[in-house]
């Protein structure tokens, strides 16, 4: 085998063409040696050579013979001292931190770790078994692939629509899916998938991690997985897992292909991203790369170097202060971004991120090289703002060009329609885009990622279907998973026939979901929670790859009515951009008129009052916002202009009486959405008459010129006309629009 002196970069393994270019850091390594395997089944490589050249702590060697196709792994050579933070063992076999595709996965086996198990003292101990025939390793790769045309559909994110989905979990029992493509990236390319996405009208899919991840060891014994895949070791490399063919290049390839179909389709894909830790866990975890490769180097070392500092919960966190560390991380996005062209990242526990010491720093190193990356500034950038260490909620704390998921909106809003008091001041806040949160530092409303459910936690169905998490099928003896859902089940813990009690769920699904996708703030669906998918009460099925996770597409009568619901929400947040605000109220009025670019209306149709914004009793109130007070312009320069909404919201246990507020000259209200039912009929009412809003329930009323507008409906209950009418007040100065919560 020839081997000339090669180049440091680019890290790992790059073919061009003629040969294969291996690099790879290694600052307190002696000696690397890259070994080569005969195929996925091989016991042993059938070769190993030493790097020859070392650069700025760096190893590498060109290898003129290898082609494509080609297995490897390291063999790297160092102190074995892990009083000092050193773990190298050369007996052990690991995967390229750079590898671009796996070429096998990992079996689990006691050779698998660097110490002998069940010793005293354990992790100090020195394991001299070879784990080669079970630990993941890399392939070389050509990564070429036309893509044509492909071109990203760059949407704004004020008009964003994002939905988390897993990709195997979606299309596994899809209809229309082809059999041997279902739970794939095919699939979730497919035809059938598609189309379910365009009919919602989404605009971006957050795919669920979908870099190489390993099932842990405790999971796997249970007969189970770590089916969300929070537990990587692979960032450059698609999961073969999901791949119709999961060979390595056959992998790459559907992953773009899938890509270029969601593009094609005018959908987005944001990875869900997991580079606070690895799969590698803590001192006692398992020796497969990171922990190999320069121990002392890539992870966050505790005072006493044996043990990791731990921001995750999961073992282990990266060392953001070593630069080599953040390089990694930005040539895995950029390689994302440039390579398999997705439009952006949703950062798991993103506040570990952010530690460049021991607090987090909002201003940290991370943040600085992506601001002033020319590619990655420009993709969307989405924080999960919390970690597990102290001082890690940074919930409105991110920077700019940062957006956040907005856990106090999901609190807030899930509180409110579950009747707690003292939550309307607050709810306002958040219903309006949470300027308490991102007005300081110059964001915007679509800073805000709203969201009610996700991955982790109850689905749509489950909150409204149990007080309590059920999380038995988990093998944990349902200790695992948050006990603060602030959830409520309607009057019976989990399934019933009872028909009132499923009125009142399918009543408090249509409010939920009609709050979160008119709310001001980029609106994010958990897959599935638009057809009632259940997990049965389990809020933490990470390691559930089955029925409990897959979504079910033989809907009843009663699914199917919810979903036609949720496309008639997700359509009037699509046609109105009154609901897709660039830029903060302001609290100004239209000239002329006491109408101003957002109003809080209690039900007698005066403005809120700050008795009303204080009173916990209060579960209540009407938000009118002004289409023609929008302030903004369109792509051309064109200003702005909508019907002006109105958005009436009873969370209270009976029913309220509402009066609808002034108009202007020639126009009336007319109703397009009504939570009280799954099919609103449309109906006309004036200003001035008296609406009773069901028992929680919310209706949603638009302005149109009298003689564009169905006949008035007149009913003894509902739309009674006022001969004379009492007069507006004059508008206070009180601002709901920037209040914090009370």
């Avoid at 870099?211 to 698609?238: C, E, I, Q, S």
């Avoid at 279907?465 to 093998?475: D, L, R, V």
């Avoid at 949603?700 to 009418?725: I, N």
């Amino acid at each position: 085998m020839r081997i000339w002196p090669g180049k440091p970069f680019p890290l790992g393994a790059t073919w061009d063409g003629a040969g294969v270019n291996f690099s790879i850091f290694a600052e307190n390594a002696t000696k690397v040696e890259l070994c080569l395997l005969d195929g996925p089944d091989a016991t042993k490589e059938s070769a190993c050579y030493t790097l020859t050249e070392q650069t700025a702590q760096v190893w590498h060697s060109y290898f003129p013979d290898i082609l494509p196709g080609q297995l490897y792994g390291y063999r790297i050579h160092g102190p074995y001292e892990p009083q000092n933070g050193h773990r190298f063992n050369p007996h052990k076999l690991l995967l390229d931190p750079y590898a671009k595709a796996i070429g096998r996965d990992l079996k689990w086996d006691d050779s698998l770790f660097g110490y002998t198990l069940n010793s005293p003292e354990a992790d100090l101990t020195f394991d001299e078994r070879d784990s080669t025939p079970f630990a993941p390793v890399g392939a070389v790769v050509d990564t070429a692939f036309t893509w044509g045309d492909d071109r990203p559909p760059l949407t704004p994110w004020h008009k964003t629509l994002i939905y988390e989905v897993h990709v195997k979990g979606f299309t596994k029992l899809m209809p229309g899916v082809p059999e041997k493509a279902r739970g794939t990236y095919s699939g979730l390319a497919s035809e059938a998938a598609v189309q379910h996405l365009r009919d919602l009208g989404v605009t971006a899919v957050e795919l669920l991690p979908v870099h190489y991840h390993v099932d842990d060891r405790f999971l796997t014994d249970k007969g189970r997985v770590n089916y969300w895949g929070y537990n990587t070791l692979g960032f450059f490399a698609p999961d073969p897992r999901y791949a119709v063919d999961p060979s390595p290049e056959a992998t790459i390839r559907e992953f773009k292909m899938m890509v270029r179909s969601l593009h094609a389709a005018g959908i987005e894909v944001i990875l869900d991203v997991v580079y606070n830790h690895t799969a590698e866990g803590n001192e006692r975890g398992p020796t497969l790369s990171f922990r190999g490769v320069d121990n002392a180097s890539l992870y966050r070392l505790s005072p006493d170097p044996r043990y990791y500092m731990d921001f995750t919960g999961c073992g282990n966190t990266f060392n953001m202060q070593n630069p080599q560390v953040l390089q990694m991380i930005m040539d895995s996005l950029r390689y994302w971004v440039v390579e398999m062209h997705v439009d952006g990242f949703r950062f798991d526990l993103a506040s570990t991120l952010a530690r460049e010491l021991y607090e987090v720093d909002r201003l940290g190193a991370f943040f600085d090289i992506i601001h002033q990356d020319p590619i990655l500034s420009q993709v969307k950038l989405i924080a999960e703002p919390w970690d597990v260490g102290p001082g890690g909620y940074q919930v409105g704390s991110f920077p700019v060009l940062w957006t956040e998921w907005n856990g106090k909106y999901r609190d807030n809003v899930r509180r409110f329609w579950k009747g707690d008091g003292g939550t309307v001041s607050e709810f306002a806040t958040r219903l309006s885009g949470s300027s308490d949160l991102y007005l300081h530092n110059g964001r915007a409303p679509y800073a805000s990622i709203n969201f009610i459910t996700c991955h982790d936690g109850f689905t749509l169905e489950d909150l409204v279907s149990y007080n309590e998490k059920h999380n038995e099928a988990n093998g944990e003896e349902n200790r695992d998973g948050s006990s603060s859902n602030d959830s409520w089940n309607c009057g019976v813990e989990g399934p019933t026939d009872d028909p009132a009690i499923l009125d009142l769920r399918d009543r408090q699904k249509r409010n939920l979901m009609a709050t979160l996708l008119l709310s001001q703030g980029v609106p994010m669906l958990l897959a599935g929670d638009e057809i009632g998918h259940t997990q049965q009460g389990n809020n933490n099925a990470y390691c559930q790859d089955n029925e409990i996770t897959w979504l079910n597409w033989e809907l009843d009568d009663r699914q199917k009515s919810f979903l036609e619901f949720t496309k008639k929400v997700c359509q009037v947040f699509r046609e109105h951009p009154v609901f897709q605000r660039r830029h903060f109220f302001q609290g100004r009025a239209l000239r002329g008129t006491d109408i101003k670019d957002i109003s809080f209306l209690e039900p007698s149709g005066k403005e809120m009052s700050d008795e009303a914004w204080n009173a916990g009793y209060v579960k209540s109130m009407g938000v009118r916002l002004a289409g023609d007070l929008i302030a903004d312009v369109d792509e051309r320069g064109e200003k702005v202009i909508d019907d002006t909404a109105l958005i009436l919201l009873n969370a209270h246990h009976e029913p309220i009486k509402f009066q609808l507020p002034e108009t202007t000259e020639n126009q009336v209200w007319e109703c397009v959405l009504d939570t009280a039912t799954a099919n609103c009929e449309p109906r006309v009412l004036a200003a001035g008459d008296e609406l009773e809003l069901r028992d929680r329930s919310m209706s949603v009323f638009f302005t149109r010129r009298k003689s564009e507008a169905q006949p008035l409906v007149r009913t003894e209950d509902e739309a009674v006309r006022r001969e004379a009418r009492t007069p507006v007040p004059p508008v206070p100065s009180h601002k709901p629009h920037v209040r914090t919560s009370v």
